[in-house]
């Protein structure tokens, strides 16, 4: 059995190695692409035993490195276009003039994020190219393990550059594959979203390195290894989610207002106190008199001047209670005209502002244009002025009964490490996160669903419940391992009640964040780059199959 999967992939290796110049590039293109539908929106995970060890396997092949290169970039290119194709659909909400710009706004952004690829394979050719079989056994037992350590440890860095580089994107982390299988998520509690982007890496390299010729390197040893971490892994989350019930807050009665309202309609100046009216209606439906604290989702009223504030005191919250809604913030400039952010309040039952958070992380383009001396464009948002940054993360009161929330608006969630302020506020840990968002941009997509994945992803990192709330879809309130304790599905116009679980202790990951893995990426690199040249940089007789 093992011999003919053996000489299956043999033959797939001399197939490859036969197919031109342009054979690589399309198989690279194509296996990115089908190692999408691993993601949230599809999590057809069993995909990635093809796409990565055949990824793998070109790059083994490559004739140099920057052949290694462009089998990056069109690996990433596949794997973008078709992991964010769902923002094409904004082009279209804006304005139906500017949907001829959806394709291209979707593969530049894909052309760019592929470029972490390219040089994920650059480097992967530079450290373990196959060129000529060393002679000690020993070297030979090392090397083994330098094609799927290195590609694992270049893989994470390279998603780890893409949380900072260019104000940072990090959608899509291969490590959200694992969304869906709740024994698996857990381990982010322990090593985040690239801990198990790491993982994932080297498990799929090490099953190419066991399926090829024993005489040109191969071994089942990095797959054993895979094979064993991914059982301990497995059984940590197992037994994690065994002994560890869902607790609440006690006396804290939530309600999430999930509006539904069509992002072509939301800013219709006809129609914002209808809007409004809808938010008051929802929130007084039946049994409000039970309810602490209710939400409102990103944007949800257009200014929140005294009329509003005035009608949400007339609402009846409970006095230790709270209204916490997205909004704009406006401030007059000296110079004329006004500075805007993106922002959250929280609203007291006697409908006055307590506090408020302004959006720290901006969507390029979206709430802002980069480059406006080149692109003399208005974002894509209403309104023609660019949003301003807030100036950083912060935890919130709301109300006595309550613990303090870190408030994320949209995308500040997507950024693993990044969801909770650096400095405890009144030396008090935040006890829960509050995700505001509007992804009715995107229609019924994959977007909005991955997004909701992400989510859950941070709950398990800090082992902080997150409750968020979506004008669209999909509103839900999270517990800190992940588990979904109450959710409205994507275009469910209703309300969501429920209790605020309660926090866990801290986890590993929020005591350490991304720094164990990145220091696991750099070592494994480092270990690739010994094998690679005998235990030694300057080493005249360099080890490689």
């Known amino acids: 059995m093992l011999t003919s999967v053996c000489s299956f992939f043999s033959i797939v290796e001399q197939r490859v190695a036969a197919s031109g110049s342009w054979g690589p590039p399309i198989l690279s293109l194509l296996s990115g692409a089908v190692m999408a539908f691993a993601l949230p929106g599809h999590h057809y995970w069993p995909v990635l035993l093809i796409c990565l060890p055949f990824w793998a396997l070109l790059l083994d092949q490559a004739a140099g490195k920057w052949r290694g290169f462009w089998l990056g970039w069109w690996f990433g290119f596949g794997y973008f276009a078709l992991g964010l194709y769902w923002i094409g ?233 709270a209204l916490m809604t997205g909004a704009p913030r406006y401030q007059q400039r000296s110079e004329g005209g006004y500075k805007t952010w993106n922002s959250l309040f929280v609203v007291s039952h006697q409908g006055e502002i307590v506090s408020a958070y302004d959006k720290v992380h901006l969507v390029p383009f979206g709430e802002y244009m980069p480059f406006k001396e080149w692109l003399p464009l208005a974002k894509m948002t209403h309104g023609g002025q660019d949003f301003t940054p807030g100036e950083t993360l912060m935890a919130l009161s709301a109300g006595s009964k309550a613990p303090l929330f870190t408030p994320l608006i949209c995308y500040e969630i997507i950024f693993p490490g990044h969801v909770t302020p650096s400095v405890e506020a009144k030396g008090e840990k935040p006890g829960w996160i509050l995700n505001i968002t509007n992804d009715a941009w995107f229609g019924d997509s994959d977007g909005p669903r991955q997004h909701f994945h992400i989510t859950r992803f941070r709950a398990i990192e800090e082992g902080m419940p997150v409750v968020r709330s979506a004008n669209s879809g999909i509103s839900a309130i999270i517990d800190p391992f992940g588990r979904t304790m109450g959710r409205l599905d994507l275009g469910q116009k209703a309300v969501l009640d429920g209790a605020l679980p309660k926090a866990v202790s801290s986890t590993l990951f929020s005591w350490t964040g991304n720094w164990l893995m990145l220091s696991l990426a750099f070592a494994a690199v480092a270990f690739a780059a010994v094998a690679r040249y005998r235990l030694g940089w300057f080493s005249a007789q360099r080890v490689v199959d």
């Open 89 to 321: 659909n904004s082009f279209a909400v804006r304005s139906e003039a500017l949907a001829w710009m959806a394709p291209f706004a979707v593969a530049g952004l894909s052309a760019g994020l592929a470029l972490f690829m390219a040089l994920t394979g650059f480097a992967y050719v530079a450290l373990v190219r196959p060129v000529s079989l060393g002679a000690q056994e020993s070297v030979k037992r090392l090397h083994g393990f330098a094609g799927p350590l290195a590609l694992a440890g270049l893989w994470t860095l390279a998603e780890w550059l893409r949380i900072w580089i260019f104000t940072g994107f990090p959608w899509n982390m291969v490590g959200y594959v694992w969304s869906g299988i709740p024994f698996m998520e857990q381990a982010a509690a322990l090593i985040g979203v690239l801990g198990l982007s790491f993982v994932t890496l080297f498990s799929g390299a090490a099953l190419r390195q066991a399926f090829r010729a024993k005489e040109r390197g191969g071994s089942w040893k990095p797959l054993i290894c895979a094979c064993v971490l991914l059982g301990g892994l497995s059984g940590y989350g197992t037994v994690r989610l065994a002994q560890n019930e869902t607790l609440y807050v006690p006396d804290v009665h939530l309600r999430l207002i999930q509006p539904s309202i069509p992002q072509t309609l939301k800013w219709r100046k006809d129609l914002l106190d209808l809007h409004f009216e809808t938010y008051l209606k929802m929130t007084r439906s039946a049994g409000f008199e039970k309810i602490t604290h209710v939400i409102w989702p990103e944007t949800a009223v257009p200014f929140l001047g005294q009329r509003r504030l005035k009608a949400i005191a007339g609402l009846g919250l409970q006095a230790d209670g």
